[in-house]
């Protein structure tokens, strides 16, 4: 069983940064990062291979988001530019064993969620 945990959520103004991590505790292929805001449905964000050598993003990020990973720790970030107020969601980190995409029903393993609000 694989657990994620995620860190650096919290309270930015819009134009702003924030750094996201999610830490996990076995191993893992590729992870990704999810968003949820309120009334809405989950939505992909971004992704990354178990290498690192293959990324993708939601439209929405693209530009602004970047990916990154550490397997030497298990982790990955999810460093975030250029806030905006629509980004204001619930960021959850997931982790796929043997796939790779944006689709939800790939990933297997999901983290608690860490809250990101962005004032205007």
């Known amino acids: 069983q694989v657990q994620l945990v995620e860190s650096g959520g919290g309270l930015v103004q819009a134009g702003g940064s924030l750094r996201l991590s999610c830490e996990a505790s076995?191993?893992?292929?590729?992870m990704g990062w999810f968003r949820q805001a309120p009334g809405k449905e989950r939505e992909f964000v971004a992704a990354i291979t178990g290498n690192g050598r293959s990324t993708s993003y939601a439209d929405s990020v693209k530009g602004r988001f970047t990916i990154s990973r550490d397997n030497a720790k298990n982790t990955v970030d999810l460093q975030m530019t250029s806030l905006k107020p629509e980004d204001t969601a619930v960021y959850y980190c997931?982790?796929?064993?043997?796939?790779?995409?944006?689709?939800?029903?790939?990933?297997?393993?999901w983290g608690q969620g860490t809250q990101v609000t962005v004032s205007s």
């Open positions: 997931a982790a796929a064993r043997d796939r790779f995409g944006s689709a939800r029903w790939l990933y297997d393993y």
């Open positions: 076995g191993r893992i292929f590729s």
